[in-house]
T-cell receptor, first 118, second 113 residues
Framework: GAGVSQSPSNKVTEKGKDVELRCDPI?????LYWYRQSLGQGLEFLIY????????KSGLPSDRFSAERTGGSVSTLTIQRTQQEDSAVYLC????????????????FGPGTRLTVL | AQSVAQPEDQVNVAEGNPLTVKCTYS??????LFWYVQYPNRGLQFLLK??????LVKGSYGFEAEFNKSQTSFHLKKPSALVSDSALYFC???????????FGTGTSLTVIP
């Protein structure tokens, strides 16, 4: 089966523009995560979706960042009015939680979207 | 606060020698612990995890890790390094109550032929 896919693989934009990053998780995976990876940094948690529950948005760095997950599958991360400090690799991951408490299941990561804000 | 530390940014080891990549953590309660590997221009791949039970866990590609509760460590090990093991390694921890995984900053492993 297909893994997690992300598009585009690279995105170059100008400061102030909006961008949308897409994630297609593994079919049947109930949990979806977005992370940001900056050079020399670890993975910074952004947002977490689990089934039909309200998403955990506690990692979003500002109100310019938002994400949605439609139909429990595809997710879109939107960054409005991009700034140069938004330049990073944005990673999406999914995992399967049969029960809400199955927090020990590993994540499957996509290849990432490299965002460059000029 | 929950955190993960990988004290070494870079580890170099000769091919055939044993390797260790260090990880310590700070979480409340008993954590779930993970190792991931990232090859150049690739997404992170799961290597192994500790949930409960035997402190020594074995994973993909001959890697293993030992959970040490008293030292709050989860070091990654391999008895004999291969050049193909050269990659970026991330330790991650999840507590049993939260939604987040906490990742370390990564350790770049270079295996020298």
């Amino acid at each position: 089966g297909a893994g997690v896919s992300q598009s585009p693989s690279n995105k170059v934009t100008e400061k102030g523009k909006d961008v949308e990053l897409r994630c297609d998780p593994i079919s049947g995976h109930t949990a979806l995560y977005w992370y940001r990876q900056s050079l020399g940094q670890g993975l910074e948690f952004l947002i977490y979706f689990q089934g039909n529950s309200a998403p955990d948005k506690s990692g979003l760095p500002s109100d310019r960042f938002s994400a949605e997950r439609t139909g429990g599958s595809v997710s879109t991360l939107t960054i409005q009015r991009t700034q140069q400090e938004d330049s990073a690799v944005y990673l999406c991951a999914s995992s399967f939680h049969k029960l809400a408490g199955d927090l020990y299941n590993e994540q499957f990561f996509g290849p990432g979207t490299r965002l460059t804000v000029l | 606060a929950q955190s993960v530390a990988q004290p070494e940014d870079q580890v170099n080891v000769a091919e055939g020698n044993p390797l260790t990549v260090k990880c310590t953590y700070s979480v409340s309660g008993n954590p779930y612990l993970f190792w991931y590997v990232q090859y150049p221009n690739r997404g992170l791949q799961f290597l192994l995890k500790y949930i409960t039970g035997d402190n020594l866990v074995k994973g993909s590609y001959g890697f293993e890790a030992e959970f040490n509760k008293s030292q709050t460590s989860f070091h990654l090990k391999k008895p004999s390094a291969l050049v193909s093991d050269s990659a970026l390694y991330f330790c991650a921890v999840r507590d049993k109550s939260g939604n987040q995984f906490y990742f370390g900053t990564g350790t770049s492993l270079t295996v020298i032929p």
